[in-house]
């Protein structure tokens, strides 16, 4: 069975450009969650879909960073525009509904220049 | 509002040597508590957890960690290292049944030296 996959596993952009995030959860869960750990920081939590519907956005920075689940199955995260603070890992989790501990993908490193 | 915190960002070990990396948690409701490793260039995975069934909890890789409720502590140890257990290891916690609301600690960069 394939694990949570992430897209691409590196971007380098430079600052004000617009970087789209994938990631592919494991068939058939439908929690999926994204975090980012900036360089040394803990990891933190960004938001949480079950199936399409975003259930937790509070770890959302702010108005730049837009998630999306359309169809329940793969999410995105963009980031637009982004900017130097933004650099760091971005993680993919996902987990069956009523089960506790999260799968997590290779995360994607993002560097704003 | 749950956190956890991990004591020592940088452990060093020699190879055979008792690993013992600490964390503590705080929680105003039980908690469900875990550690996760990071091997280079690979997504975290889990080591095990602890959902309220026995307090010592055995994982993968021979790790195991206690939950000392009265400590606030659920500290992940191995007997003996091997070379390959060199990671980075997260300790987090989360409230029952609140399966998003998972809070991680800075890390903790394990070093095993022949």
């Known amino acids: 069975e394939a694990g949570v996959t992430q897209f691409p596993s590196h971007s380098v952009i430079e600052k004000g450009q617009t970087v789209t995030l994938r990631c592919d959860p494991i068939?058939?869960?439908?929690?999926l969650y994204w975090y980012r750990r900036v360089m040394g920081k803990e990891i933190k939590f960004l938001l949480h879909?079950?199936?399409?519907?975003?259930?937790?956005e509070s770890g959302m920075p702010n108005n730049r960073f837009l998630a999306e689940r359309t169809g329940g199955t793969y999410s995105t995260l963009k980031v637009q525009p982004a900017e130097l603070e933004d650099s760091g890992v971005y993680f993919c989790?996902?987990?069956?509904?009523?089960?506790?501990?999260?799968?997590f993908g290779p995360g994607t490193r993002l560097l704003v220049l | 509002a749950q956190s956890v915190t991990q004591l020592g960002s940088h452990v060093s070990v020699s190879e055979g040597a008792l690993v013992l990396l600490r964390c503590n948690y705080s929680?105003?409701?039980?908690?469900?508590l875990f550690w996760y490793v990071q091997y280079p260039n690979q997504g975290l995975q889990l080591l095990l957890k602890?959902?309220?069934?026995?307090?010592l909890v055995k994982g993968i890789n021979g790790f195991e960690a206690e939950f000392k409720k009265s400590e606030t502590s659920f500290h992940l140890t191995k007997p003996s290292a091997h070379m390959s257990d060199a990671a980075e290891y997260f300790c987090?916690?989360?409230?029952?049944?609140?399966?998003?609301?998972?809070?991680f600690g800075a890390g903790t960069r394990l070093t095993v030296k022949p």
């Open positions: 989790a996902s987990s069956q509904v009523g089960t506790q501990g999260q799968y």
């Open positions: 068939s058939g869960h439908d929690n």
């Open positions: 879909f079950v199936k399409e519907s975003k259930q937790d």
């Open positions: 929680s105003s409701v039980p908690p469900y």
């Open positions: 602890y959902t309220s069934a026995a307090t």
């Open positions: 987090a916690v989360s409230d029952w049944g609140n399966n998003n609301d998972m809070r």
